[in-house]
């Protein structure tokens, strides 16, 4: 007769084990796993001039932002029609507030950081607005600026201002500031527009005739710095 092999201790807890297992199994699938942190979007716009292969690119003391290391940064892009603004977007944690700062990397790989202190942003649900920016430039009130040009002109032509800033078209003709002038004040011309605070600007004045063609002044680029706050005028005499 054949008897059945003795049964061992180990055989005997066999059946518990798995029953526990199946437990565990079933009790993991149903349990509520961990809200995931909330994310919000935050796009930024920074207007910067740089040097044919330059990036431009933000970086913070995020995660999101890549902990300040130039290699992690989020890169903003431009185009020929937008340049010289920058766009893009990060991610910030609802809620929470997060420091940064623009930097330019050469195609060299030379990294420019902005010597300014490091700005910040705070996520508020429904609160939290593009952010806009320039390159090393503070936040602040902008400075009411005017320009007045002495300008002798044929019949026909106008005068313009065209520099290094957005404000100022750029430097593209098409976008420049125009000048006006009145029988009582000719030929003094005068424009008067916006201009960010602390900010070096470079420009020069053009003539636009009838025919659409343009005329520069001849010279350096005049230049000059904005205040802080305030106003700032420039008196100039057409060469």
């Avoid at 065209?162 to 011309?189: F, I, M, Q």
């Avoid at 020069?204 to 230049?223: C, F, H, I, M, Q």
Wanted: charged share 10%.
């Amino acid at each position: 007769m054949t008897t059945a092999p003795p049964r061992t201790a180990a055989a005997g807890w066999r059946p518990l084990l798995l029953v526990a297992a199946l437990l565990a199994c079933l009790l993991g699938a149903v349990a509520p796993a961990g809200a995931a942190t909330a994310e919000a979007t935050l796009w930024v716009t920074v207007t910067a001039r740089t040097q044919p292969g330059d990036t431009v690119l933000i970086s913070g003391n995020t995660a999101q932002l890549g902990n300040w290391n130039p290699a992690a940064a989020v890169p903003l892009q431009t185009t020929a029609q937008t340049y010289p603004t920058w766009k893009g977007y990060f991610q910030i944690i609802q809620g929470t507030t997060a420091e940064y700062k623009f930097l330019i990397r050469s195609s060299t790989g030379a990294v420019t950081w902005e010597s300014i202190p490091n700005r910040s942003v705070t996520d508020s649900p429904g609160t939290v607005s593009p952010i806009d920016e320039r390159w090393n430039v503070s936040d602040g009130a902008p400075v009411t600026a005017s320009f007045h040009a002495t300008a002798t002109t044929a019949y026909g032509q106008n005068l313009y201002l065209a520099g290094n800033l957005a404000e100022l078209g750029g430097w593209d003709p098409a976008k420049a500031v125009p000048l006006t002038t009145g029988s009582g004040s000719y030929p003094v011309w005068s424009a008067g527009l916006q201009l960010p605070p602390n900010t070096p600007i470079a420009y020069k004045y053009l003539l636009k005739n009838p025919d659409g063609s343009v005329a520069w002044e001849s010279g350096d680029n005049r230049t000059a710095t904005t205040p802080p706050t305030g106003t700032f005028t420039a008196d100039d005499t057409w060469r």
